[in-house]
């Protein structure tokens, strides 16, 4: 008759059978995707933005560093969900040195995934005092950086001491950049008249309405007034959205025909006077005073 006891393995055999154990989990471990892992590393290549080893004199101190999703909080613990929130897909960090290991200036790339999010950051993220700069699609000069984007690039270039040149530093960034950074064509869709002022990008709850999302605004100075006009993606759908919204909130519109174009005049208590135009691929919202002719450039302008 067996007993408990006659079922116990002596501690030899144990031994024994560590190395046959260690065998099949090395095994079980080498059971990897080759396609998947060399997919992988071709992806974090390709968003690698190589910068050069030296820019105007500052040299590159070690590799750059790159974060995920999954690691950006040990950069930038606090603002890693804004970022992720954003769409962010990757980070890449260069420190610059005049001489020696102590960093002068600090190059950060966000791979935001589309052109409209990284639109969206540098928006967000642009101070008050930030002035007007030629670098990228759009960007601004602060005290002791640059910040701007491209393509699906935003990027930081952020200085310790007033001797180093930033300005200069980003050109060479946005060159690096190059073919990586697809076009934004919205900006296109706008019209070129008066002087620009101001461009934003507000992701929801444009002019306190919850149903009109990523608008871009941009702000001129048109005959000495100023002239704001909106482009919103899904032209159909929001159109039907503000008819609803006219009708609920008992706000008079009246529909004219501009050639082969309908436009909604819109006598609103809130906004005052404004006009809403469908187009093919946008609605576009002008407020403001305006003339007749301006608002014709509008619609006519591709």
Do not use: C
């Amino acid at each position: 008759m067996m007993t408990r006891e006659s079922l116990r393995w002596p501690p030899y055999l144990l031994l024994a059978l560590l190395p046959l154990i260690a065998v099949v989990i090395y095994s079980a471990g080498q059971r990897y995707d080759a396609a998947a892992i060399m997919a992988t590393f071709q992806k974090a290549s390709a968003e690698l933005v190589q910068l050069p080893a030296d820019v105007e004199g500052y040299k590159k101190i070690g590799p750059p560093r790159q974060f995920t999703k999954d690691n950006l909080y040990e950069y930038n613990d606090g603002h890693a969900e804004y970022f992720i929130s954003k769409g962010f897909a990757g980070l890449t960090v260069y420190d610059y040195a005049k001489a020696g290991t102590q960093a002068d200036a600090l190059v950060e790339i966000y791979d935001m995934g589309k052109p409209i999010q990284a639109f969206a950051v540098l928006t967000d993220e642009m101070p008050a005092d930030a002035a007007a700069s030629a670098i990228g699609t759009m960007g601004y000069t602060l005290a002791r950086g640059v910040l701007f984007f491209a393509g699906r690039y935003y990027v930081k270039v952020i200085t310790f001491n007033d001797a180093v040149p930033a300005d200069r530093i980003a050109a060479v960034v946005d060159k690096s950049i190059g073919g990586a950074a697809e076009p934004f064509t919205l900006f296109e869709r706008f019209p070129k008249f008066g002087k620009v002022v101001s461009t934003q990008f507000i992701k929801e709850n444009y002019r306190g309405l919850d149903f009109v999302r990523d608008a871009i605004e941009r702000e001129y100075v048109l005959d000495g007034e100023k002239v704001s006009i909106v482009l919103i993606p899904q032209p159909e759908k929001l159109l039907a959205a503000y008819l609803n919204f006219f009708k609920t909130t008992n706000t008079k519109y009246t529909v004219v025909m501009r050639g082969q174009r309908q436009l909604y005049r819109v006598d609103d208590k809130y906004e005052g006077q404004w006009t809403l135009i469908p187009m093919e691929d946008t609605l576009i919202g002008v407020f403001g005073n305006i003339r007749e002719d301006k608002i014709m450039e509008i619609i006519s302008h591709k």
